[in-house]
């Protein structure tokens, strides 16, 4: 049985009216706290006395038994204390082991009497050992799995990418892709070698750009060097190209060659114009726009200095701004002699290496101009030359040909005369004699030509310069063509020179650039056509103008010049229609130019020819008198028209 009593007091006051008792069996007041403390924990009571007991519910919960137990010394030392609760447990635990939990009843505050509290396996709070081994090792694993993780975790981001991504980024670069940096953004020493990869990637980047300018540079000055043998101006216009493109976008560039202590402009060319870079007329340096040289840094130029001006122009496309414009002059040196420059300008400056570029570009143009020069002469020496030997084959086959005809004349005419001297009468022989005579006079004409133009070539050539009477020259080279056709002129021939018309020449050799004229203007028309020699003064009255006019076949427009070229003829060929050796016009334009005169000619093929010499004119009276074998000054002519062929009319 479990007693209980408790004391009744009065209020107000420390009176003791009663005590109540309460009584329960043991069994049943402990199955109460077990209903009240649940499952796994053992209801104790324990009275508080010698020897003290505890009690305590044992067995099947649903028909328990009383257990009683003596308290060990370790807990029952600590029965008596005043208030508070205790828990005790054994000292060494064991599998079996309890905890218990005990709260004293103490009435009146004074010691406790009794102690209710509950018991429990001491497994549940620490458990045995093994299950501690196997917990800590458990745990220690866990641990050991985890660090594992967070070390490859940490390898992988920190380490192994970063490698990968640097051992990747290192194979593009070492492939020749310079695009793209590292993507490694850690502070570590790999992010270290990565920013210093990147810069080391930047700066082969850098330089790979670098040397594809200059490449591209080069590349620019080889093209424009190697257009030599297509002439002096495609040379110059390549290089003024180049330069421009050299010098940057929206650049001017200019070609200058040297003029005695100036500079002129051979060609310009401007990035991004389909202007020609060598136009026809290159403009001065005034009217370029953007290039201005002062005589001062013209001066500088030529004495070999680079020079480099800066100046502010008003653009009215962009409202009047001023904008800034850059102008670089880099000399050319042919044997450390300055012989032009190349100038460039452009709203941004030239750098450096474009500089270096510019120079070597000048340096090299001013070598390929002369070369190109060279190889333009040698060309033009080689073509000349080919030309003098096919003249000179055509002339060896003009003159067998022109030699031999005035030769067989003689030949033939003197074995007639060995054959009928002693039959012909004087008449006939003296007829015989007159055309020997003829066909001795052609071929001395011939001769003396051929002899006159050698003279010519050598300068060896004597003229003696007077004032000679015009009509009297006229006269006199009209008697030499007469005497050519003793049956008469085959054309109308008609002299109209004024009377008094004096000029400057050497008499001998102007009746031969006149009887030249006079004989190509007969040869070169058909019978029955018509020859005019006029001779007039200038406006000025210091020239004398005089023309011979025919009504012949003409000349090609294409051949006015080459006529008058040693050895030329227009029917050149072996079966020329017309006589000659092809030196009557390079004759007369030598002896015009020696005596400070000119020759021109206009031509209509199918129509006729003029050919037209300014003379210096001298007064009349200045004009040696007859006696010269000159007319004279003062006498007059008298015109007397006659239509018939082989006739003179003046």
């Not at 793209?180 to 990147?198: C, F, H, K, Y």
Request: proline letters at 6%; charged letters at 20%.
């Amino acid at each position: 049985m479990y007693d209980f009593a408790a004391p009744v007091m009065a209020t107000g006051s420390s009176e003791v009216l009663g005590v109540v008792v309460y009584s329960m069996p043991l069994t049943d007041q402990l199955l109460r706290l077990l209903g009240a403390v649940g499952q796994g924990y053992t209801p104790v009571i324990l009275a508080n006395q010698p020897g003290a007991t505890l009690y305590a519910l044992s067995g099947n919960p649903a028909d328990p038994t009383l257990s009683a137990e003596t308290l060990p010394s370790s807990i029952g030392n600590q029965l008596g204390r005043s208030g508070g609760s205790f828990a005790g447990y054994s000292t060494v635990p064991r599998s079996g082991d309890t905890a218990l939990a005990l709260e004293g009843m103490n009435p009146n505050a004074g010691p406790p009497v009794l102690y209710v509290g509950v018991e429990t396996p001491l497994s549940l709070f620490i458990g045995d050992q093994t299950t501690d081994e196997l917990t800590v090792v458990w745990l220690a694993l866990t641990a050991l799995l985890v660090t594992w993780l967070l070390v490859l975790l940490f390898v992988n981001r920190f380490v192994r990418r970063p490698v990968a991504q640097l051992s990747a980024g290192v194979a593009r670069i070492a492939g020749g892709d310079y695009g793209s940096d590292i993507p490694v953004q850690s502070r570590d020493e790999l992010g270290v070698l990565a920013q210093q990869v990147n810069q080391m990637r930047a700066q082969i980047e850098s330089n790979i750009h670098h040397v594809d300018a200059a490449v591209s540079r080069l590349d620019e000055v080889s093209r424009a060097l190697t257009t030599t043998t297509a002439g002096l101006s495609n040379l110059e216009s390549a290089v003024c190209a180049a330069a421009a493109s050299l010098a940057g976008p929206h650049a001017t560039a200019l070609l200058l060659d040297r003029d005695g202590d100036g500079l002129v402009v051979r060609a310009r060319s401007h990035s991004g114009d389909d202007r020609p870079a060598h136009p026809d007329a290159p403009p001065t340096l005034a009217e370029v726009d953007g290039i201005e040289l002062s005589p001062a840094v013209v001066a500088d130029v030529l004495d070999g200095h680079p020079t480099r001006l800066t100046r502010s122009r008003s653009d009215p496309a962009e409202g009047g701004a001023s904008t800034a414009e850059v102008t670089l002059v880099m000399p050319m040196f042919y044997r450390q002699r300055v012989t032009g420059a190349i100038a460039v300008t452009g709203p941004e400056p030239v750098s450096d290496a474009d500089a270096r570029a510019l120079s070597a570009l000048a340096n090299n143009a001013a070598i390929a101009a002369e070369n190109t020069r060279l190889f333009e002469m040698e060309r033009e020496t080689v073509r000349r030359l080919r030309e003098l030997d096919d003249m000179k084959s055509d002339f060896l086959a003009t003159a067998q040909h022109e030699l031999r005809t005035p030769l067989t004349a003689i030949v033939g005419h003197l074995e007639l005369i060995r054959m009928v001297w002693s039959e012909a009468d004087e008449r006939e022989k003296l007829a015989i004699l007159d055309n020997v005579e003829l066909a001795t006079g052609q071929l001395s004409d011939m001769l003396e030509t051929m002899i006159d133009l050698s003279l010519v070539s050598a300068d060896n050539l004597r003229m003696n310069r007077r004032p000679v009477a015009l009509s009297g020259v006229v006269d006199h080279a009209v008697g030499d063509l007469q005497r050519r056709f003793p049956h008469g002129l085959p054309v109308d021939l008609k002299v109209d020179i004024p009377a008094g018309l004096g000029v400057d020449a050497d008499a001998d050799r102007l009746r031969q650039v006149i009887r030249c004229l006079l004989d190509n203007a007969v040869k070169f028309t058909d019978p029955g056509g018509r020859v005019t020699i006029s001779a007039r003064p200038s406006p000025e009255g210091e020239r004398c103008i005089i023309e011979v006019v025919d009504t012949g076949i003409g000349i090609d427009p294409a051949l006015h010049e080459r006529v008058f070229e040693r050895f030329f003829q227009a029917d050149s060929g072996g079966t020329r229609a017309y006589g000659g050796m092809g030196v009557g016009l390079a004759l007369v334009k030598v002896l015009t130019e020696a005596h400070g005169a000119s020759v021109s000619l206009e031509s209509t093929p199918g129509k006729g020819t003029c050919v037209r010499l300014d003379w210096p004119s001298r007064a009349p009276s200045e004009t040696a008198a007859a006696g010269d074998g000159q007319v004279d000054l003062t006498a007059s002519r008298q015109s007397q028209i006659t239509h018939e062929p082989g006739s003179v009319t003046g």
